[in-house]
């Protein structure tokens, strides 16, 4: 037991280092200046260290710590995208005007997005339902105090209540939902789960139960329909910086955790992968999953068009998002995993790059409101070009990378025979133009008011501004490396 | 003999749990709770979890219940009603009759002796302290540590949150 206790440490270096980091913040808070971005340069150090340890991890392929956490190419893929958010995430704050009347809680910011991105690190890899929960706990804790992190405003504090009493209640059922399960399979690892429902069980109705009710806990981090509804209110009220970041990287993470549970718990091993079915017969997992990224689709989409404020804008069609993203899981094979990803991969940059043009606008001009974008085309001319670009791509017109993703993902749904879901997704995507177009027509279709100058974002942010904007332009139309990256990666270990 | 005791506890549990959530008074609620806590306790012993149900015992219905009611009575104190007051005749036939029908309610479940499974013998090893120290520290060693750093976290959220003045 010490031995393979001993032996797994070794493979737990990224996470050992995103801890040290997280302590080296906490403490340095203390000892250092606030105003300096001091402690913001020791977590984006801290961050690239871990980054070099992970991808160390490529090409392993084992489970650790008596089956609680796998490190596999799946779970390297995940985790490399996290970084890449963090990383982003980290760099915004150092700009945001909103945090800089909080310095003095700095601190214990940075602290807490390193929480956040360490339950999300052990989200992607987790194998034991009890290691699944601790994960998905770590990471709502740190997010709902986050949410609530610029607590002189009004909507701030509400975003973190309604984030707590939503998030408490959906991840009460869920583990209300892991004791059934647990309960019915007498098995606490998913291997163990897996076998067990192949054994076949005595109670599917408990089973079924158990399945809808973890579901929940689920689609609650995703913000799927009918989950969403603490989404577009947190994030309008969290500061930009969070919003991106719940939109990004914890939705990244909570989709890795789902499709890592739904394909080794509940498939059967025996039959061909490709055309994997799920075991209980009694219950389709697929049609359930279908219908939530269906309304998903419309919901999120029909509602954004009625948005004046650009964060709530976005958080609509991040639920809309999550739903293509859905589509993906709905199939189950994997050609719908590899498409998962790339619609990850690609996501990850446009949805950071709209939420920052948002926030360089709201850092000069101090609105969120879309209606003050008018004439935007004239005063920044690159930062709203990026953002017309950013929205195409969220949009999923090519020559941006957004239409790869949605190539992808709606060509696994084709090939596995949903035809409808695809129809919807169609349909919705060309209501998804309205109001993406509604912004950049505001931009460059008004003049600016006489009195309005130039705006100057400095030289920094144009740099942050080009690391998103170049992948959505390259992968669109060069996309063989992310196809590559996301296919070598599909392995799960236990698969 | 287990089945009543199971049904007992069962049904007191879960009326506990509705009390608490009906009751107007904060106090009359958060003594509920303990009920419904310690009522759990007796199901955890009849599963045979020593471990699990002393621990319920001190940790929930002793620690962290005192610190409820202690709040309650600091932010929310009423006055004093004495419970002598309350009682009349219609009390005491009504609680007499309510024992009546439980027993009566708990005999008749009670003939369907065999409705619980038995709690397998490797099972009852599983709740002592020792074997449950053991898999802490061995399988269950990462999701332990994690544990430490989700407290952390909250602790440091919670003085965050709770901080009522700052620069």
New interface residues.
Partial sequence: MVEHIINSISHLYPEIAITLTLCVALIADLVLKKESHAIGWIVLGGLVITGVLVVAQTGRELSIFSDMLAVDPFAVFFKIMLLIASVLVVLFSMQSRELIDYVDRIGEYYMLILGMILGMFLMVGATNVLLMYLAFELTSICSYVLAGFTRRSLKSAEASMKYIVYGAVSSGIMLYGISLLVGITGAVSIYGINEALAAGVEQPLVLLVAGLMILVGLGFKIAIVPFHFWAPDVYEGAPITITAYLAVASKIAAFAMTVRFFKVAFLDNGVDIAGALPLVDAFNWSVILAVMAALAMIVGNLVALWQQNIKRLLAYSSIAHAGYILMGLVVLTDEGVSAIMIYVFIYLFMNMGAFYVAMLVSNKLGTEQIDDYKGLGRRAPLESVAMTVFLVALTGLPPTAGFIAKLFIFGAAINAGWLLLVLIAGIMTIVSLFYYMRVVRNMFLFEPQEEAGLLNFGLSSKIILMVMLVPTLIFGVYFTPVLEFARNSIQIFGL | MVTYLFILFATLAIAAALAMVLNRSTVNSALFLVLNMLSIAGIYLLLKAQFLAVVQVLVYAGAIMVLFLFVIMLLNVEDEEAVLDKINFRYIISVILGVVVLSYLLYIAGSMADALPPVAEDMAQVGTVEAIGDELF??????LE??A??L???V??AI??AQHK??
């Fill in positions: 061995s399988t269950y060693i990462l999701p994690i544990t750093i989700l952390t976290a909250a440091v959220g965050m949150m700052f620069k």
